[in-house]
């Protein structure tokens, strides 16, 4: 099966605030948080901290990273991209630095100003097109989630997926927002991060029971 699967960023990555600031605080640079124009400085100073995204992110993503492996062990070919509050629409192979940037617990205004200024919206639309899946699975907050389904701001980019089968890992309120009901979706109603790391797991471990 062709699958896409969509994530966010995780505050938990490889290298800590601790490994890192010796370095910046030799280059008289303050930590990288939401300053993604200042990427080049960086790159530069902590070039031996920069690892793919998925090697990088830490934490809950190891819970989607897991579901990613065991889909490709399947056999399907899964399309994984990130959400990410620093860099905008990534891919788990995209290089980056450690960072603190986050759009948890953020007013929507804050979050639509970064989200407009990455063009996240935009990006992803632009790599749908003209694609096709028979899977979608999407595990977003709905801090990440607001930057590519707001409909105040006539953001939808479930209208604009083509995807035969969509299941969606979220609150009751995310639910609620996307309506229903639809025939291909499935909504796995999570409470907390705890909740969905713990639900995750268990979808991956039904998929592996299913691949044995």
Known sequence: MRILLLTSCVRSKKYRISDIKSVLDEHHLPLPMCDV?????????????????NKMYQGSFN????????????????????????YGLINESTSIIPYECTFRRLKKGEIRKQAEKLKIYENLIRVLKGQ??????????????????????GKNFFQKLKS????VFGSSESKDQIGGPQENLRFVQVRGLGDRNKRLKEFTRKLMQCNS
Do not use: C, M, W
């Open 63 to 86: 819970f989607v990273k897991e579901l990613a492996n065991q889909l490709r062990r399947r056999g399907d070919d899964v399309d994984f991209f990130i959400i990410s509050a620093r």
């Open 37 to 53: 124009e200042n990427e080049e400085k960086y790159r530069e100073v902590l070039k031996n901290f920069i690892l793919p995204a």
């Open 164 to 167: 035969r089968e969509l299941i």
């Open 132 to 153: 096709n899946y028979d899977q979608t699975i999407i595990v977003l907050g709905e801090d990440y989630l607001l930057t590519v389904f707001d409909k105040a701001e």
